[in-house]
DNA sequence: AAGATTGTACAGAATAAACTGTACAAAAAA
DNA sequence: TTTTTTGTACAGTTTATTCTGTACAATCTT
């Protein structure tokens, strides 16, 4: 009875600290496996996982791939063991900093992109007779909105 | 057919500029209504919006609702008009930055509190006998896990 | 006052996301 | 080689979210 106090006070823990982890745009298993593997230290085996949580391997699967691909997680060799091993790793505040913000950084710029397509067909059609204030209208929207693409762009680049 | 380019172009925009208002936790509707409300300029009502989104009156009391909460959006009142009139704010940059800035130091420290609530079952169970190295450790790990929500509340406190 | 109009609550329908179980390819063990 | 084990692809199911239509209270018009 007051050994389970431990579990239950560790899996508290892991509760909230994945409400945080999910305002990083992690889907709420993944954000749980992240704490869940952090609160372990030792690396686990997709199996150990999928008991923990009391989930699928292959949700398992899919979620520790997502946190492997976004940085937050380590594969770990060890002799002698077949399976695959995970680790959490550490420097909470740097790791879940620079993988959101780069994020932010490649969204913008690729939102950028975008724009910069659609200025392009903008100016091609302004060239041809008639409507010239709306197509004057919408071209001075679009520099605004790039403006701002401009401004999120910058901004995330300095924090890093 | 011309003349529709100008309108086509325009869909263009609004579509990729919604794509980035969703970044900021907007639905894909919140984004859509408020990329078309900033192109708009004027300011419209929720008729002419469900019209122009082609999407239910309903969908659009709420999606309007949001937006408003979140400052991202004006009543307008205007002489004569019977109808509710909202029309998108300007400053596109510091608009959603503060909005999404103090979202992230409002639930930051939300779950700070969570936290702080733990530390306290914690010392409380730490004082009875058995399993005190177990202890230790979730201690020190919860102390890291709070280091973390500091240096969030921090980073983001800096920003405004 | 009655009649009409406007915004929203609510319940259900449509759509999207998360999750599971089976099946199988790749790799290790026998 | 054959057999076993491990991770993942895929299709389908479950769960959650988004959206719609009806109904109605509040407000305006007559």
């Not at 889907?27 to 150990?48: G, I, V």
């Not at 063991?81 to 780069?102: E, G």
């Not at 950028?112 to 008639?130: F, I, M, Q, V």
């Amino acid at each position: 009875m007051l050994e389970n106090n431990v579990e239950q006070v560790r899996n508290k823990i892991v509760t909230e600290f994945a409400k945080t982890i999910e305002m990083f745009d992690l889907t709420p298993l993944e954000a749980r496996l992240f704490a869940y593997l952090y609160l372990s230290e030792k690396a686990l085996t997709l199996d150990e996982m999928s008991d923990a949580l009391g989930k699928s391997k292959t949700s398992m699967s899919n979620s520790i791939r997502s946190l492997y691909d976004m940085n937050l997680v380590t594969l770990v060799w060890k002799k002698g063991v077949r399976k695959d091993l995970y680790q959490s790793n550490s420097q909470l505040f740097k790791l879940f900093m620079t993988t959101y913000i780069n994020k932010w950084i490649d969204a913008t710029n690729h939102q950028k992109d975008a724009l910069t397509e659609l200025e392009h067909n903008l100016s091609e059609y302004r060239n041809k007779p008639g409507k010239n204030d709306e197509w004057d209208k919408l071209t001075k929207q679009l520099d605004d909105i790039m403006e701002f693409h401009k401004k999120l762009d910058s901004f995330f680049r300095e924090m890093k």
